[in-house]
């Protein structure tokens, strides 16, 4: 004996009622199929067109229809109330692609960073936009270059090593301590989310900032501040990145400095000697540290100078 199936789709002001009776017809029609039961054939057509509605939804951007969402109320998109990523727009990062691609293989690469973000991020970031005219021709030398105010940005090597042993993800929140160009906040807003950087002189802090604007770097913060004291507000921190030598580790950063966190920074000895300092701190909040490469960088000034 033929036994048919026939169903009742709703239809309504939203369209197709795509709820339980929705999930229902199609575990209904999968059975029969099996058993090899006689389905419709209006049946299967109109099966057919809901799948590529559904189909269509999700092509458009929607991403996938949530059959149990009210009619009308929209998906929640996960990366709402984030700050943008980079888009790269200004001709500066079309520029001078290949002697970047030379300084990533021949002065990082070289020297073993390995961290695929880091590298990516080098070759991305237009380092002569961060630094003044007359210091053009050698953007991408191998070595830290003046920038004004008596300040310098660092050698290319150190801020990738830098970033490197952050072990940065797309979801980090950052501090940086001395801003300085924007260069290294730049090249850390290529991988983590956000970046919070601190610069204790005001004209280096707003030229900074003029910069990384006119970049496209929408998830860089500048503000112009004693780096010594974090900033709490913004925090805790997945990392924190200091580009001025001091003699001790301010507390405020170490208290700012999330559980599982590391820090990175240039520590100064009673002898003058300095050292990049890895800190990091695990999920009982116990501290270790050690020192990493010997490195000379400008001093930290402010409160750390106090004793």
């Not at 924007?182 to 610069?199: D, L, R, W």
């Amino acid at each position: 004996m033929e036994t048919v199936i026939e169903a009742d789709v709703g239809f309504g002001k939203d369209g197709f009622n795509m709820g339980a009776k929705y999930r229902g017809l199609i575990e209904t029609c999968l059975t029969a199929v099996k058993n090899r039961v006689y389905v419709s054939p209006f049946l299967l057509l109109l099966l057919l067109s809901i799948l590529t509605i559904k189909a269509d939804a999700n092509s458009a951007g929607g991403g996938p229809v949530d059959v149990n969402r009210p009619a009308g109320q929209e998906r929640k998109d996960p990366n709402e109330g984030k700050p943008p990523r980079p888009d790269h727009k200004l001709p500066a990062f079309k520029e001078r692609v290949q002697e970047r691609a030379r300084m990533v293989a021949q002065q990082i690469q070289a020297r073993e960073v390995n961290d695929p973000n880091v590298l990516k991020a080098m070759r991305i970031v237009p380092r002569h936009a961060f630094i003044p005219p007359s210091q053009q021709r050698e953007a991408y030398a191998d070595y830290p270059l003046p920038i004004g105010l008596g300040q310098t940005i660092s050698q290319p090597y150190i801020v990738a090593f830098m970033t490197e042993t952050l072990n940065l993800k797309p979801d980090s929140k950052v501090l940086e301590i001395g801003t300085g160009s924007g260069y290294q906040a730049a090249v850390c807003a290529e991988i983590a989310g956000e970046v919070y950087t601190i610069e204790i002189l005001e004209e280096l802090a707003k030229s900074a900032e003029k910069h990384l604007k006119e970049l496209g770097y929408k998830n860089v913060f500048v503000k112009a501040a004693d780096g010594y004291f974090g900033w709490k507000e913004k925090g805790p921190f997945d990392a924190i990145i200091g580009t001025a030598a001091t003699g001790r580790v301010p507390p405020p950063l170490m208290e700012q400095l999330k559980p599982g966190g590391r820090m990175i920074l240039p520590y100064e000895d009673d002898i003058g000697l300095q050292y990049l300092v890895l800190i990091t701190k695990d999920n009982k909040g116990n501290i270790r540290r050690r020192n990493v490469m010997p490195v000379r960088f400008v001093p930290m000034t402010g409160q750390v100078q106090k004793k």
